[in-house]
């Protein structure tokens, strides 16, 4: 009887190391074959940041000027941001939505918040300026959250947020002396 020669799995990945006392053989699980290329979310991120992001403009009442210790109130108003493009073959579909604001004030203070603000009598976002100046350059800077499908799949959410600088808004803090007159 003639013995039979062993076969072995052409995906059997043996290892022996005498001074190490390491010897055997162990399966691998062959490499799965590329379908070709894949929408990651770092190439959504590059397509987002060449296509840029709403900047919002600052809206400030009372109006380009207001007066030192009275509260002047900031508001913005977001843009919908939706687009479709085509990456790697792929129909992409993004969508931008603002998670936070931050207030630049122009007298080298900020604020964030999660809401845009609303005009007066809301009051949302507000801001005392303590000394007078000429050309305050006041803006508010959005940071967005970005999600994705790719040919009409589930959302993605990409894991990190982007910022986009709003315009610089100009306003004068003037200071007012109280006078007292008969009627």
Same mark, same amino acid.
């Given at each position: 009887m003639a013995s039979k020669k062993p076969t072995f799995d052409p995906i059997v990945s043996c290892r022996t190391d005498a001074a190490l006392g390491i010897y055997g053989c162990k399966n691998v699980e062959p490499e /799965? $074959?590329?379908?070709? /290329? $894949?929408v990651t979310p770092g190439d959504v991120l590059r397509a987002v940041r060449e296509i840029g992001l709403p900047s919002l403009r600052l809206e400030v009442q009372p109006g380009a000027?207001?007066?030192v210790n009275v509260e002047t109130i900031f508001y913005t108003e977001p843009q919908p941001f939706e687009r479709s493009v085509e990456l790697l073959g792929f129909d992409v579909d993004l969508v931008a939505e603002p998670v936070g604001y931050q207030w630049v004030h122009g007298d080298g203070t900020t604020a964030?918040?999660?809401?845009?603000?609303r005009p007066y009598p809301?009051?949302?976002v507000v801001h005392r300026y303590t000394v007078p100046a000429d050309d305050v350059r006041a803006r508010v800077d959005v940071t967005y959250r970005v999600r994705f499908r790719v040919d009409g799949?589930?959302?993605?959410?990409i894991g990190q947020t982007l910022l986009a600088a709003g315009p610089p808004t100009a306003l004068d803090v003037d200071e007012a002396a109280p006078v007292m007159t008969r009627p």
């Amino acid at each position: 009887m003639a013995s039979k020669k062993p076969t072995f799995d052409p995906i059997v990945s043996c290892r022996t190391d005498a001074a190490l006392g390491i010897y055997g053989c162990k399966n691998v699980e062959p490499e /799965p $074959e590329a379908d070709g /290329p $894949e929408v990651t979310p770092g190439d959504v991120l590059r397509a987002v940041r060449e296509i840029g992001l709403p900047s919002l403009r600052l809206e400030v009442q009372p109006g380009a000027e207001t007066l030192v210790n009275v509260e002047t109130i900031f508001y913005t108003e977001p843009q919908p941001f939706e687009r479709s493009v085509e990456l790697l073959g792929f129909d992409v579909d993004l969508v931008a939505e603002p998670v936070g604001y931050q207030w630049v004030h122009g007298d080298g203070t900020t604020a964030t918040t999660t809401e845009p603000g609303r005009p007066y009598p809301a009051m949302d976002v507000v801001h005392r300026y303590t000394v007078p100046a000429d050309d305050v350059r006041a803006r508010v800077d959005v940071t967005y959250r970005v999600r994705f499908r790719v040919d009409g799949g589930p959302w993605q959410t990409i894991g990190q947020t982007l910022l986009a600088a709003g315009p610089p808004t100009a306003l004068d803090v003037d200071e007012a002396a109280p006078v007292m007159t008969r009627p």
